[in-house]
T-cell receptor, first 114, second 114 residues
């Protein structure tokens, strides 16, 4: 069974640029959630993708967008990067619909915006 | 809106001593509660979860947590801490149908003294 993987591991961008982060879900999972974890804080929910559609969004602006592909992998895109976007971006996969399901996290992508 | 508070930012315990990490939540319905552990530069690993039944739940690595509805708390405990338990611990709450939309606390950093 393959766990959740993310790429790249680290990324450095400058303000105003655009970035794409990638996530492969765990085998058997059909749902992907993205979280932003700023330094010294807990993860904050960005959005979730289920059946290739956005299924809920946290308090993040539209310049944060995503995709989910037929194989359930997912991308997070951030446009017009700001310094405050520097964070660890975590992807988690789960299976829906299922009551009391669990989510499994990838190792994250560390984004630094200069 | 749901929220999670972890009152202790940093806790230091001696190896072999007992541990209790506090978590208070705010949630309008029956909460689905989690504790995760994060080692430096890593993703999150689920320690345990609670959704109903016995209010004392057992998890991995010798951890347990007690749900107290009257106090809106879900504290994590371990009878004897090992040096390898040094990490950051996060409490989270979600809807019982979708763990992938969790709200996290800001975490407690555990340091273990030899």
């Amino acid at each position: 069974e393959t766990g959740v993987t993310q790429s790249p591991t680290h990324l450095i961008k400058t303000r105003g640029q655009q970035v794409t982060l990638r996530c492969s879900s765990q085998s058997g999972h059909n749902t992907v959630s993205w979280y932003q974890q700023a330094l010294g804080q807990g993860p904050q929910f960005i959005f979730q993708y289920y059946r290739e559609e956005e299924n809920g969004r946290g308090n993040f602006p539209p310049r944060f967008s995503g995709l989910q592909f037929p194989n359930y992998s997912s991308e997070l895109n951030v446009n017009a990067l700001e310094l405050d976007d520097s964070a660890l971006y975590l992807c988690a996969s789960s299976y829906r619909p299922a009551s009391y399901n669990e989510q499994f996290f990838g190792p994250g992508t560390r984004l630094t915006v200069l | 809106a749901q929220s999670v508070t972890q009152p202790d930012i940093h806790i230091t315990v001696s190896e072999g001593a007992s541990l209790e990490l506090r978590c208070n939540y705010s949630y309008g319905a029956t909460p689905y509660l989690f504790w995760y552990v994060q080692s430096p530069g890593q993703g999150l690993q689920l320690l345990l979860k609670y959704f109903s039944g016995d209010t004392l739940v057992q998890g991995i690595k010798g951890f347990e947590a007690e749900f107290k509805r009257s106090q809106s708390s879900f504290n994590l405990r371990k009878p004897s801490v090992h040096w390898s338990d040094a990490a950051e611990y996060f409490c989270a709450v979600a809807d019982n149908t979708n763990a992938g939309k969790s709200t996290f606390g800001d975490g407690t950093t555990l340091t273990v003294k030899p």
